[in-house]
């Protein structure tokens, strides 16, 4: 898993504002403890957690720039393999307006 989808699952984990546990993530998420870990750290250092020993939680100082921070990286990517695929139609247009 990339650093972004840990981020992005540690974020929606931790929204709830109460202390979670880091291994709490392994349980969840299948992640390992050094994508826990980089997680955390990014998070904290850019001030939207706090943490004590191995628990977590959203900081009570966030300001208007935390939330743009975690709105941005709560959002998904789309995977470079998907540019190159065009879906088919579910339906096909039968009947034309005039």
Known sequence: MNINTAISELL???????????????????????????AIAVLQQLGIVERQGTNVRL???????????????????RPP??????PKPLTTRNNQVS
């Open 81 to 86: 393999q998907l540019e190159v695929y065009i």
């Open 12 to 38: 929606r984990t931790i929204l709830d504002k109460e202390w979670h546990a880091a291994y709490e993530m392994h349980n969840r998420f299948r992640l390992s403890a050094l994508e826990i870990y980089e």
């Open 59 to 77: 900081s009570e100082r966030l300001e208007e720039r935390h939330l743009s921070i975690m709105n941005r990286l709560s959002k998904t990517y």
